[in-house]
T-cell receptor
Framework: GAVVSQHPSWVICKSGTSVKIECRSL??????MFWYRQFPKQSLMLMAT?????????EQGVEKDKFLINHASLTLSTLTVTSAHPEDSSFYIC???????????FGDGTRLSIL | AQSVAQPEDQVNVAEGNPLTVKCTYS??????LFWYVQYPNRGLQFLLK??????LVKGSYGFEAEFNKSQTSFHLKKPSALVSDSALYFC??????????????FGTGTRLAVRP
């Protein structure tokens, strides 16, 4: 079945560092991908919709300059957390939609820890 | 606007007993409904969906869910729980029309704990 690969699975870095997370669709093309953030013991919060060849659509309250999204090809979307601080520590998950009535396909997530 | 409610933060059940994880939804028009499971430090795995047709849908790992239009519910069930079913379960909905896009609305999640 359809697979979404997310990398890296775990990142620990110092405050002020920028971190890039990649999300790839392995056997299908995705013109749209979604980026979620999940706090401990909480639900998924949709951060933005990544659109191939155009600007991402951010949800209300999400800082565009802090969370840079690039959808450079039909199989790759990236999320860059710029100048990360401890409050950015979280679990980030990407997904790609299937055809209209099909489920979304999720990556395995990235645990980001900022020291 | 569409929404999903999972009224229970946690469900506890003994292994071998039946389990139910509740979900109610609100959406304009016909709903497309999904259940996902999340294991620790992993992404979400698709369990089952309701699009149209039979109200009782069967999915992976022996799970099933019943769509009830009058009660706007889509409860997840399993006749006999396993310890390995312990995980976080999410219900999700989107409107069944292309103009509403691909975004899913998720519930807050229910943690299922199955004791041996």
């Amino acid at each position: 079945g359809a697979v979404v690969s997310q990398h890296p699975s775990w990142v620990i870095c110092k405050s002020g560092t920028s971190v890039k997370i990649e999300c790839r669709s392995l056997d299908f093309q995705a013109t749209t991908m979604f980026w979620y953030r999940q706090f401990p013991k909480q639900s998924l919060m949709l951060m933005a919709t990544s659109n191939e060849g155009s600007k991402a659509t951010y949800e209300q309250g999400v800082e565009k300059d802090k969370f840079l999204i690039n959808h450079a090809s039909l199989t790759l979307s990236t999320l860059t957390v710029t100048s990360a601080h401890p409050e950015d520590s979280s679990f980030y998950i990407c997904s790609a939609p299937g055809q209209w009535d099909q489920p979304q396909h999720f990556g395995d997530g990235t645990r980001l820890s900022i020291l | 606007a569409q929404s999903v409610a999972q009224p229970e933060d946690q469900v506890n059940v003994a292994e071998g007993n039946p389990l139910t994880v509740k979900c109610t939804y609100s959406v304009s028009g016909n709903p497309y409904l999904f259940w996902y499971v999340q294991y620790p430090n992993r992404g979400l795995q698709f369990l089952l969906k309701y699009i149209t047709g039979d109200n009782l849908v069967k999915g992976s790992y022996g799970f099933e869910a019943e769509f009830n239009k009058s009660q706007t519910s889509f409860h997840l069930k399993k006749p006999s729980a396993l310890v390995s079913d312990s995980a976080l379960y999410f219900c999700a909905v989107k409107a069944g029309k292309k103009s509403s896009g691909d975004k899913l609305t998720f519930g807050t999640g229910t943690r299922l704990a199955v004791r041996p």
